[in-house]
Nanobody, 124 residues
Framework: VQLQASGGGLVQAGGSLRLSCAAS????????VAWFRQTPEKEREFVAA????????YYADSVKGRFTISRDNSKNTVYLQMNSLIREDTAVYYC??????????????????WGQGTLVTVSS
């Protein structure tokens, strides 16, 4: 499975963007998926995840209520809808996939597949 992220760009504070992560491979629907983000000042941080089992979603407190992760297995694609963007959301966003256990959902070390990153810049 290979991942290709897209959809980043420049947006004003308060605006919205939708990131996409297209996957190759017929077994993608068996992988848990997540989005992480990173800035030069911070380590890679968890943003959101979707687990195959039960279809449960998980969010970082900083994005809860503003971001939504979803997946369309028919298109082998994961999305991150980002609303009410703030300057602090500026980062390179990475999609990831892995056969993670529940306790590792928010830990980037347990995801073995990564997209190349897409830059989101929020201006005030």
């Amino acid at each position: 499975v290979q991942l290709q992220a897209s959809g980043g760009g420049l947006v004003q504070a308060g605006g919205s963007l939708r990131l996409s992560c297209a996957a190759s491979g017929r077994t993608f629907n068996t992988y848990n998926v997540a989005w992480f983000r990173q800035t030069p000042e911070k380590e890679r941080e968890f943003v959101a995840a979707h687990r195959v089992s039960g279809g449960h979603t998980y969010y970082a407190d900083s994005v809860k209520g503003r971001f939504t992760i979803s997946r369309d297995n028919s298109k082998n694609t994961v999305y991150l809808q980002m609303n009410s963007l703030i300057r602090e959301d500026t980062a390179v966003y990475y999609c990831a996939a892995g056969k993670t256990i529940l306790s590792s959902t928010r830990d980037s070390r347990f995801y073995g597949l990564w997209g190349q990153g897409t830059l989101v810049t929020v201006s005030s």
